[in-house]
C-alpha cells in the first residue's frame, strides 16, 4: 500500500538554525498538509497546501515556516530561524481530494526535530 | 469548538475485551472519522462514517454516529496488545481542509 515518507526520522539543530523537513506523499495525492504534535501535547494543523499554493494556515504558522513543493515528488516544510518552542514531531499528511468530501489523510510516521 | 472531545480519556482492558470509545461535538459536521495513533508514531485513519449513517462496521471495529445528540462511539471487539495507541475523533466540517484533533482516548491492551 502507498505510503507518505519523511525524512529524517530525528532533526537535531542549534537554535537560530534553518531546517528543512521533508516528505515525499502519495503519488497520486493533490493535497498537502503539515501538522506537529509538541510533546505531550495534541496534534495541530500548521497548514494545507494545493495546486502549489497554501490554501490554509494556522496562527502557528508565522513567517517563519514555508513550504514548498520543489519537483514533482517532494513537499517541504523550512522553519528559517528555529526556536526552542519548535521541538516537535512534524507530520506530513497528503489526500487525494479535498478533506470534508469523503477521503482520509494518510500520514507518514514524522520527523522529531530537537532545538538545543 | 471544532474538535471532538473523545472519553474517557485513557482505558485500560484485558486482551480479549471489548474496548469501547465516545466521542461527543456541538457543531454540525459532514463526516466524522477515527484516527488511532501509535506511541511516537503517525496517525493511521481507521473508519469514516458520514453525517447521514448511523453504523459502520470494518473488521473488528464497528463505529456509530448519532447526529442528534452529536456523540459517535468506537467499539473495537475482541482487543489485542496491538491495539494498544491513542484514539481520535476527527470533525469533517463542510469547507474545512485541516484535521482538528483533541486529546484521544490512550487505550491499553494488557496481556
Known amino acids: 500500500e502507498p505510503e507518505v515518507t519523511q525524512t529524517p526520522s530525528h532533526q537535531v539543530t542549534q537554535m537560530g538554525q534553518e531546517v528543512i523537513l521533508r516528505c515525499v506523499p502519495i503519488?497520486?495525492?493533490?493535497?498537502f498538509y503539515w501538522y506537529r504534535q509538541i510533546l505531550g501535547q495534541k496534534v495541530e494543523f500548521l497548514v494545507s497546501?494545493?495546486?502549489?499554493?497554501?490554501?490554509?494556515k494556522s496562527e502557528i504558522f508565522d513567517d517563519q515556516f514555508s513550504v514548498e513543493r520543489p519537483d514533482g515528488s517532494n513537499f517541504t516544510l523550512k522553519i528559517r530561524s528555529t526556536k526552542l518552542e519548535d521541538s516537535a514531531m512534524y507530520f506530513c499528511?497528503?489526500?487525494?481530494?479535498?478533506?470534508?468530501?469523503?477521503?482520509?489523510?494518510?500520514f507518514g510516521d514524522g520527523t522529531r526535530l530537537s532545538i538545543l | 469548538s471544532q474538535q471532538g472531545e473523545e472519553d474517557p480519556q485513557a482505558l485500560s482492558i484485558q486482551e480479549g475485551e471489548n474496548a469501547t470509545m465516545n466521542c461527543s461535538y456541538k457543531t454540525s459536521i459532514n463526516n466524522l472519522q477515527w484516527y488511532r495513533q501509535n506511541s511516537g508514531r503517525g496517525l493511521v485513519h481507521l473508519i469514516l462514517?458520514?453525517?447521514?449513517?448511523r453504523e459502520k462496521h470494518s473488521g473488528r471495529l464497528r463505529v456509530t454516529l448519532d447526529t442528534s445528540k452529536k456523540s459517535s462511539s468506537l467499539l473495537i471487539t475482541a482487543s489485542r496488545a496491538a491495539d494498544t495507541a491513542s484514539y481520535f475523533c476527527?470533525?469533517?466540517?463542510?469547507?474545512?481542509?485541516?484535521?482538528?484533533f483533541g486529546q484521544g482516548t490512550r487505550l491499553t491492551i494488557n496481556p
Open positions: 503519488s497520486n495525492h493533490l493535497y
Open positions: 499528511a497528503s489526500s487525494d481530494i479535498l478533506t470534508g468530501v469523503d477521503q482520509p489523510q494518510h
Open positions: 497546501f494545493y495546486n502549489n499554493e497554501i490554501s490554509e
Open positions: 462514517i458520514r453525517s447521514n449513517e
Open positions: 476527527v470533525l469533517i466540517i463542510q469547507g474545512a481542509q485541516k484535521l482538528v
